[in-house]
């Protein structure tokens, strides 16, 4: 249980273009999302929060015009890099917590990762 | 803001040996985890502890929670080359987000 998809797994683009992450929740109810980002050999830095229904809360220095989520039902939260540039290449990452997680509450549990590359 | 702080960057050991990794910081933590990371995915729970003192294990791992709530340990015994990977703690603080530390790559020599 607590299985969080992301799709694609790989996507490469051309500088210019918008390209949109899909971060699902397979066998539960996802009341939070979070979008992180990693850079290769580096740790992994909030972008933002979002919570079903509402605006995603983002993190300072993090472009909401740039990177667009939407957390528009309990299973699927969508994150749209627009206008990307070879600068926004990097792995992101989703994470999903419910009402109750395995080992604690608000658990927060990762997809697979995003490899995006702008060309 | 909260930082979490992991050294070495890069550990080497021969299978079989134990190891131990440390995480510390200068701020509180409510809760502290540990989680591995293989390439290309992401990170996966490995142990949470949120109660200051606390000593868990699962399986071949063992964390501890430290009393003053600024570090924590994890220990792998008896390492196998699956065990590669990149081990990241992370923490909860007043904010109730969650702090990551740089992460600590694991080679395990067969």
């Known amino acids: 249980g607590a299985v969080v998809s992301q799709h694609p797994s790989r996507v490469i683009c051309k500088s210019g273009t918008s390209v949109k992450i899909e971060c699902r929740s397979l066998d539960f109810q996802a009341t939070t999302m979070f979008w992180y980002r990693q850079f290769p050999k580096k740790s992994l830095m909030l972008m933002a929060t979002?919570?079903?229904?509402?605006?995603?809360?983002?993190e300072q220095g993090v472009e909401k015009d740039k990177f667009l989520i939407n957390h528009a039902s309990l299973t699927l939260s969508t994150l749209t890099v627009t206008s990307a540039h070879p600068e926004d290449s990097s792995f992101y990452i989703c994470?999903?917590?419910?009402?109750?997680?395995?080992?604690?509450?608000?658990?927060?549990?990762f997809g697979p990762g995003t490899r995006l590359t702008v060309l | 803001g909260q930082q979490l702080n992991q050294s070495p960057q890069s550990m080497f050991i021969q299978e079989g040996e134990d190891v131990s990794m440390n995480c510390t910081s200068s701020s509180i933590f409510n809760t502290w985890l540990w989680y591995k990371q293989d390439p290309g995915e992401g990170p996966v729970l490995l142990i949470a502890?949120?109660?200051?003192?606390e000593l868990t294990s699962n399986g071949r791992l063992t964390a501890q929670f430290g009393i003053t709530r600024k570090d924590s340990f994890l220990n792998i015994s008896a390492s196998i080359p699956s065990d590669v990977g990149i081990y990241f703690c992370?923490?909860?603080?007043?904010?109730?987000?969650?702090?990551f530390g740089k992460g600590i790559t694991l080679s395990v020599r067969p």
């Open positions: 502890l949120y109660k200051a003192g």
């Open positions: 992370a923490g909860t603080g007043a904010n109730s987000k969650l702090t």
């Open positions: 979002s919570n079903e229904g509402s605006k995603a809360t983002y």
């Open positions: 994470s999903a917590s419910g009402t109750s997680g395995r080992a604690f509450t608000n658990e927060q549990f």
